[in-house]
C-alpha cells in the first residue's frame, strides 16, 4: 500500500517565478492538505481540499492556490516566489468521514527560492 | 497558535523509556491529543492519539492524565532511530471534520548511546 507520495523531492527557483508542486495521496483517502515548514519552525497550515474544493484555509497570501483532481491527487501552486517562501512543503493526506481522520505525511518538497 | 506546551529538548539513553510530556491546560472536551515525530528533514510520521483514556499502539503508549490538561507520550526502548522532534497536537478528531493541525515547535528528543 502505497503512502503519501510527493515530487519533485527537491527545487530551485528564482524570485518572481511559478511552482507547482504534487501530492498523491495515501490509497483510500479522499482529503489532502498542505503545509509549509520554514527551517527549524513546526509545520504550517495551508489549506485543505476536499470533493476538488478549499474547505479550510490557513494564513496565506492568495499567492498560494492549489487544486485536487478527480483522483483526489493535489497540486500546490505558489505564484511570484519570494525568498522567504523557501521551506519544506508537506503534504498530508486523509479520510474525511471515516472512523478516523488522521493526516498522514507524505516526505516533502524542498523549495529554495534565490 | 499552538495549545500545547512541550520542552524545547531531552535526552535519553538508548534502552530506556523516553517519556515526553505536555501540557494541554485548555483542551476542550471534543479535542484529542494527537502526537507525530519528525525525524530530520523527512515529513511528519504518526504516532498516536487519544481522547480520555490511554492508548498503546505498536510504537508508543498515551497517558493523558484524569482532568485531560496534560498527556505524557512514552516510547519504551528507545533506540537511535527514535531521535526526532516531537509534536504534542490537540485538534477536533475523530469524524467531526478533519480539522487542520497546529504544530508548535515541538521537543528534540535525543538518545544517546
Known amino acids: 500500500d502505497a503512502g503519501v507520495t510527493q515530487s519533485p523531492t527537491h527545487l530551485i527557483k528564482t524570485r518572481g517565478q511559478q511552482v507547482t508542486l504534487r501530492c498523491s495521496p495515501k490509497s483510500g483517502h479522499d482529503t489532502v492538505s498542505w503545509y509549509q515548514q520554514a527551517l527549524g519552525q513546526g509545520p504550517q497550515f495551508i489549506f485543505q481540499?476536499?470533493?476538488?474544493?478549499?474547505?479550510q484555509r490557513g494564513n496565506f497570501p492568495d499567492r498560494f492556490s492549489g487544486h485536487q483532481f478527480p483522483n483526489y491527487s493535489s497540486e500546490l501552486n505558489v505564484n511570484a516566489l519570494l525568498l522567504g517562501d523557501s521551506a519544506l512543503y508537506l503534504c498530508?493526506?486523509?479520510?474525511?468521514?471515516?472512523?478516523?481522520?488522521?493526516?498522514?505525511f507524505g516526505p516533502g518538497t524542498r523549495l529554495t527560492v534565490l | 497558535d499552538a495549545k500545547t506546551t512541550q520542552p524545547t529538548s531531552m535526552d535519553c539513553a538508548e534502552g530506556r523509556a523516553a517519556n515526553l510530556p505536555c501540557n494541554h491546560s485548555t483542551i476542550s472536551g471534543n479535542e484529542y491529543v494527537y502526537w507525530y515525530r519528525q525525524i530530520h528533514s523527512q515529513g511528519p510520521q504518526y504516532i498516536i492519539h487519544?481522547?480520555?483514556n490511554n492508548e498503546t499502539n505498536e510504537m508508543a503508549s498515551l497517558i493523558i492524565t484524569e482532568d485531560r490538561k496534560s498527556s505524557t507520550l512514552i516510547l519504551p526502548h528507545a533506540t537511535l532511530r527514535d531521535t526526532a522532534v516531537y509534536y504534542c497536537i490537540v485538534r477536533v478528531g475523530g469524524n467531526f471534520g478533519n480539522e487542520k493541525l497546529t504544530f508548535g515547535t515541538g521537543t528534540r528528543l535525543t538518545i544517546i548511546p
Open positions: 498530508a493526506s486523509s479520510l474525511l468521514a471515516g472512523p478516523t481522520d488522521t493526516q498522514y
Open positions: 487519544g481522547l480520555k
Open positions: 481540499y476536499y470533493e476538488e474544493e478549499e474547505r
